[in-house]
C-alpha cells in the first residue's frame, strides 16, 4: 500500500492498525491450534510409584495397537491418544482390537474441546460416561466437530491415574502393563523427524500434543521410547516417533496417564483454559505491538 505525501501521517496510521491486527489475528490462529489442555491433571489420582526395569515391551508386537491414524486438518490429538489408550486396554483385557472413534470425543467432550485442540482427560471423561466408545466405522471420523450423536459402545475403561510426574522409571513399568497417555512438545525439530532416536531439541514444560506410548526398547545401546503420532502412517518413522529415554524428553514423563480403577476428577466448572503461545506467535505478537508503538510515536511527533 503506497501513501500520498499529502496524508502520509493518516496512511501511515492505517498501515500500522493493518500490521497490529494481522499480528493479533496471527497469534489467535497459531496459539488454537496445537494444544493440549492441561487443566484437571494436578487433581488426577497420581499413581504408586514402581521401581524395577523390566524387559523391552512393545504392543504392536501383542495386537494392542490400531494401524496409524491421521488427525488431518483438525487438531484432535487429545482425542486419539484417548482412543489408542482405550483400545490398547480393551485389547489387554478381552483380547478383542477394536478402532474406536475419535469423532464421538470430537462431538461430545465438549468444554472447549475440538479441532483447535482439547482436553485427554475431558475425552476419557465422555468414554466413561457415555458407557464406551463406537467403532470408528460406526461413528467415522470427518475432521470437524459437530453434534453429539447416539451411539452403540464397545470398549470402555474403568478409570484413569497419573503416573508420577518426571518419573520415567514408574513410567517404564507402567508402560509394561499397557499402553500410557502421553503429552509432549510439538517442537519444529519433531516436525522434521524422519527415523531414528529422537533426542530433541524440544521443550520438557511446554505440552502441546498428546500421544500414545506403545513400548520402549534399547537399540546399540540406547534406551528409546516407541510413540505412536496420529499424522498419519507417511509421517515420520510409518507414523512413529522412537524418543530417547531417561531424559524426560519433550516432558514426555510430566503428563503421562495409565489405565487404572481411579475415577477421574469431575470437571471444573465453566474451566476452558486458554491456548498457549508459541516462539512463531510470540514473535508475531513482538511485531504487532512493535507497530503499535511506532503508531503512537508517529502521532505524536506530526
Known amino acids: 500500500m503506497r501513501c500520498r505525501t499529502s496524508v502520509a501521517g493518516a496512511c501511515v496510521r492505517r498501515i500500522a492498525l493493518r500490521l497490529v491486527a494481522a499480528g493479533l489475528l ?15 491433571y494436578d ?8 521401581a524395577g526395569n523390566p524387559s523391552d515391551q512393545d504392543w504392536r508386537a501383542h495386537g494392542a495397537v490400531t494401524p496409524v491414524k491421521n488427525e488431518g486438518s483438525c487438531d484432535a490429538s487429545w482425542a486419539f491418544a484417548a482412543t489408542g489408550l482405550v483400545e490398547g486396554d480393551h485389547l489387554i483385557r478381552t483380547g478383542t482390537l477394536q478402532s474406536l472413534s475419535e469423532q464421538e470425543l470430537l462431538d461430545c467432550t465438549g468444554s472447549g474441546s475440538s479441532c483447535g485442540g482439547g482436553s485427554s482427560i475431558g475425552a476419557l471423561r465422555t468414554v466413561i460416561a457415555r458407557g464406551g466408545l463406537a467403532t470408528e466405522a460406526a461413528y467415522p471420523y470427518t475432521a470437524i466437530a459437530g453434534s453429539c450423536k447416539a451411539s ?3 470398549a470402555t475403561i474403568p478409570g484413569a491415574g497419573r503416573v508420577p510426574p518426571g518419573d520415567e522409571v514408574s513410567l517404564q513399568n507402567y508402560v509394561a502393563n499397557g499402553p500410557v497417555l502421553a503429552l509432549i512438545d510439538e517442537t519444529p525439530a519433531l516436525d522434521s523427524y524422519h527415523g531414528g532416536i529422537f533426542t530433541g531439541p524440544c521443550n520438557r514444560n511446554h505440552p502441546t500434543q498428546a500421544v500414545l506410548i ?3 526398547a534399547t537399540s546399540g545401546g540406547a534406551d528409546y521410547w516407541i510413540v505412536k503420532n496420529s499424522r498419519g502412517a507417511s509421517w515420520g518413522a510409518s507414523g512413529y516417533i522412537y524418543m530417547v529415554r531417561h531424559q524426560n524428553i519433550c516432558g514426555i514423563a510430566n503428563f503421562a496417564l495409565a489405565v487404572s480403577n481411579d475415577p477421574l476428577p469431575p470437571p ?4 476452558i483454559p486458554a491456548p498457549t503461545l508459541g516462539a512463531w506467535a510470540v514473535g508475531v505478537l513482538v511485531l504487532g505491538v512493535a507497530a503499535f508503538g511506532f503508531l503512537m510515536l508517529r502521532r505524536r511527533t506530526e
Open 26 to 40: 496471527a497469534v489467535a490462529t497459531v496459539s488454537a491450534g496445537a494444544v493440549v489442555f492441561t487443566t484437571d
Open 43 to 50: 487433581r488426577v489420582t497420581v499413581l504408586p510409584a514402581l
Open 152 to 154: 452403540t459402545a464397545v
Open 214 to 216: 506403545v513400548g520402549y
Open 268 to 271: 471444573i466448572a465453566s474451566a
